[in-house]
């Protein structure tokens, strides 16, 4: 059974800088792209960015570019966003997603499994 388990999130101060991480257990491969969604308070979940299974193609939501980064290491079977220039628009619960596919998608349909998620706050 594959699980994902997100940490990093946190309260920090606008312009402030957090990582986060999400770890895959259960996986027989590294064949799965995997991607980052957030989901503000009332709000619906949207795509933030997303890796495919070798790191090489990356998407990114258009408020997040040059902001954000994402990245993988599948010695470790994880996930990572590096958040930069963080401001109060960016308080959400961030849920790591990983789909049985090497492609990287966009949205959430797209996704298999998922995280519970890790909440982000920044005060600004």
């Known amino acids: 059974q594959v699980q994902l388990n997100e940490s990093g999130g946190g309260l920090v101060q606008a312009g402030g800088s957090l990582r986060l991480s999400c770890a895959a257990s259960?996986?027989?491969?590294?064949?799965?792209?995997m991607a980052w969604f957030r989901q503000a308070p009332g709000k619906e979940r949207i795509f933030v960015a997303s890796?495919?299974?070798?790191?090489?193609?990356?998407y990114y939501a258009d408020f997040v570019k040059g902001r954000f980064a994402i990245g993988r290491d599948n010695a470790k079977n994880s996930v990572y966003l590096q958040m930069n220039s963080l401001g109060p628009e960016d308080t959400a619960v961030y849920f790591c997603?990983?789909?049985?596919?090497?492609?990287?998608?966009?949205?959430?349909?797209?996704?298999?499994?998922w995280g519970q998620g890790t909440r982000v706050t920044i005060s600004s």
């Open positions: 997603a990983l789909r049985n596919s090497p492609v990287a998608q966009t949205v959430p349909i797209a996704y298999d499994y």
């Open positions: 890796v495919s299974w070798n790191g090489e193609t990356t």
């Open positions: 259960g996986l027989t491969d590294s064949f799965n792209a």
